[in-house]
């Protein structure tokens, strides 16, 4: 599913870019289509304006444990981004914590602290 929906948002990008002008509803589409991707392997609900920001820091977290691995755990192991979950309280790697958290709050602010410092 997350192949049919890059392919979507890559469809959308190369409209926008040979239209001369912009077209709200197919911005809009391709946000939503964004998260959507962003959004699949988070457990919990995401509320507030900063929901689509959340939803990327998590996707392009996962991406970088996809390519580069995590200490402790063996890079062989994690095949997929959907290998990697999000939810409440943990950050999972096939189903086994690498990190724990007292609240998603806790979690978000570590992503994006982990993105940060590997300037991703």
């Given at each position: ?106 979690l978000l ?12």
């Amino acid at each position: 599913m997350t192949n049919t929906i890059t392919k979507q948002i890559e469809k959308i990008e190369i409209e926008l870019l040979t239209n001369k002008e912009l077209d709200i509803n197919l911005i809009q589409k391709k946000n939503e289509l964004e998260f959507k991707r962003n959004k699949q392997n988070i457990n919990f609900r995401l509320t507030c304006n900063n929901k689509y920001y959340y939803a990327n820091q998590c996707y392009q977290f996962a991406k970088h444990i996809l390519q580069n691995g995590y200490p402790y755990k063996n890079i062989n192991d994690i095949f997929l981004i959907s290998d990697i979950s999000f939810n409440k309280n943990s950050i999972k790697i096939n189903n086994s914590d690498i990190k724990t958290f007292n609240n998603k709050d806790e979690l978000l602010g570590f992503v994006i602290g982990y993105n940060t410092a590997n300037n991703i």
